[in-house]
Each structure stands twice: as C-alpha cells, then as structure tokens.
Nanobody
Framework: VQLQACGGGLVQAGDSLRLSCAIT????????MAWFRQNPGKEREFVAS????????DYADSVKGRFTISRDNAKYTVYLQMNSLKPADTAVYYC????????????WGQGTLVTVSS
C-alpha cells in the first residue's frame, strides 16, 4: 500500500486549499483514513479522520468548521478541503490509512507542505 499526498502550496491567510491523497494497493475501501500535520521540532498532530464504512468524520478542535475530510472510494483518493486558512495551519500535512481514530495508522504518505502567510 502506498499513499501519495499532493496539493500543498503557499497561500495567504483566509485562502482555501485542497489536499489530495491517492492510494495504491488493495483494500482502500476498507481503510479508515486520516490527515495529520507536523512542524519542525513538534510532534505530529491529528487533523481529521474518516471511517471506511459510514464516512463518519472527526476533526481536531483547531480545524473544526474550517476543514472537511472526504473520500472517493472509486478513485482511491481522500481529500482535505481547507478553508479560512491561518498562519497557524502552516505545516507538512500527511495522509494516513489503515488505522483507527486519532492514532495508530499503518500506512503513511510522504507529506505535502502547506504555508500560510499573514
């Protein structure tokens, strides 16, 4: 199983950005998927997750109401729509799969950098 994240970039505060994570390999349709983020010197932080069977989503308080996680099982892709971006959202964003809730995911993408300028 391989995860490839893309869509990061440099934006201004208040802008929107959509990240995508393409998954290759078997059983994606039965993977819970998630997004995490990390800044240098800091621990990786949970951002959002979505279940495989009923598309139930969960969000960190810091992004709730601004970010939306979704998935397209036919395209083997999970998305993170990020609106009203803030400088505090600046980080490398990672997609993860095959885990549960806010931790313990088995598969990780390589990360995509999001930079939000003030």
């Amino acid at each position: 199983v391989q995860l490839q994240a893309c869509g990061g970039g440099l934006v201004q505060a208040g802008d929107s950005l959509r990240l995508s994570c393409a998954i290759t390999g078997r059983s994606f349709q039965k993977f819970n998927m998630a997004w995490f983020r990390q800044n240098p010197g800091k621990e990786r932080e949970f951002v959002a997750s979505i279940t495989w069977n009923d598309n139930r989503s969960d969000y960190a308080d810091s992004v709730k109401g601004r970010f939306t996680i979704s998935r397209d099982n036919a395209k083997y892709t999970v998305y993170l729509q990020m609106n009203s971006l803030k400088p505090a959202d600046t980080a490398v964003y990672y997609c993860a799969g095959g885990g549960s809730g806010r931790a313990s995911y088995n598969y990780w993408g390589q990360g995509t950098l999001v930079t939000v300028s003030s």
